[in-house]
């Protein structure tokens, strides 16, 4: 494990740089504003990038990548970068079976986004044979922004050896050289580490399991309470993320209910990237975040829906949802 | 100005890899750890690397930086790299002198490691026509680490267009787009910068002038105090850092003085970086530092001599000499 002071880009461009060289052949998993990040940032380094793609708001095709990786029989295909939760559409991907595809080809690394997965999410990284890993403070570990993660397997170890991209401020060998003598090679941002120290003292007493089931639970409030206000889920149901949930309102505007949220209730709800600016709101529930506050935010959205004239709602309906739901678990 | 989430080591590379392209040939002024520093992260980018070294402790020799800039009649040298304050030694480099040898020059970048130098001692950035300088938020800007800031001409800014070396995170362009707008192209610290922003107004209220008044006379009152308790200071009066003091003691062990500086005194000393490591202890003057601090620093460091048994002070000889330069300045 190497960690920097960067944020989660910084982390997952250490993740990229560290074992592919230019000319690399890989395959970018894009379905959302991430996915397409990686496949710039991998354009950028003068990878050869193929774009695995789905529509924003659905989840990446395992099958895809599959055949991808079975018509590669020259193993030329270096790398498989995926997006494990996808932020910009709330949207969980299969990793689990597209990893298990990039096992079958025996020679590509997998390296996952994890910014918003990592901590929310089950993501046993050795039993499934994660290659890279890349996280960040601000998310699943609760603290501020500005500390990044990398988790390495040997075999992206072995790969570093031959990886030709230049790379100093993230070049991993100094900070696991550094780390065995517990130590940096630059200055870490040390109030972060120190943060983070009670955040793992935390979860350690929470338990990852009860951790992955509050997340769970969120997930299923929000979403449920979602569907009784009669708004549009943004991500199906058996691709939703545990780390946020977008919603595409429809006769009622987005950026509306944003700015009411944020004046009379002082919550800030996240817009849409890119093309689907204007289109979505997004609701996070990931790290310190209790049943309270989703209720608090259900409750908000509510008063700011009757606030804006939204008719098509019984008022309460989003409360007494979330309510079942964590009367249920 | 760009600002990113990372430490000084990852604004320097910013600061170089924005600007440079592959087998460009660059003069890297080396007489310490940090010069070392960006000498070893221009080769691993590629670049065409020419030292030009002093001993560490001396500062570098401008003439030395001006014969090459001249007998470069072809103009190949595309940059020259300078660590304006020496942190691990102790010395400030001559900025001003080689920085005219590079305008002289006409077509080099001046590239400028500013990190204990910005904000501890006047550097007039666009006065002198610097084109790169980077600096990090833990020094003279008197707050956590974890931000890094680049400062950028628009003739750097010229040489951009053409520079080739790969850059995603550490993309300068892309903050720049977003600075204009008011935010960021990755998750910033954003506790920093708002921690940021209550130094800034510190340092307005405090003004440059005194700001630089008061690293003067602390660096002063330090090394005036060393000298009276007969401990060799590392670097010479004319090149000394307003940012930090190294000693180099003779007759008592500088491990041995760090260490009993820190379990009966809780002050922290920085030892020395590679081979002087063992060699020489740092005293820190730089960014939220007042006369009192340095009067404990010097006491603690009397009593902790006393200690170990140093015989060649007079006792209260320190702070007399330190309490001298208070009165005067």
Known sequence: HCASSASGTGAMEAGIINFLSAGDRVLVGCNGKFGDRWAQLSAAFGLEVEKISAE????????QFREKLVGDTEKQIKAVIV?????STGVLNDLETINRYVKDHGEALIIVDA???LGAVNLPIDSWGIDVVAS???????????LGFVCVSPKAWEAYKTAKLPRFYFDLAAYRKTAAKNTNPFTPPVNL???????LRMMKAEGLDSIFARHQRLMNATREAIKALSLPLFAPDQAASPAITAVAPVSVE???IRSVMKKHFDIILAG?????????????HLGFVSDRDILAAIGAL?????????????PGAGIAAAARVFAQS
């Not at 997006?83 to 932020?87: D, N, V």
């Open 56 to 63: 924003w708001g659905q989840p990446l095709d395992p099958e």
């Open 83 to 87: 997006t494990h939760s996808e932020t």
């Open 115 to 117: 910014v918003t997965s």
């Open 136 to 146: 960040g403070s601000q998310k699943g570990y609760m603290i501020p922004p500005g």
């Open 193 to 199: 580490v120190i943060a983070l120290q009670t955040a």
């Open 254 to 256: 987005s950026e509306q």
């Open 272 to 284: 849409g990237q890119d093309h689907l600016k204007g289109k979505i709101f997004r609701i996070g």
């Open 302 to 314: 509510e008063a700011s829906l009757r606030e804006l004239g939204y008719e098509s709602m019984t």
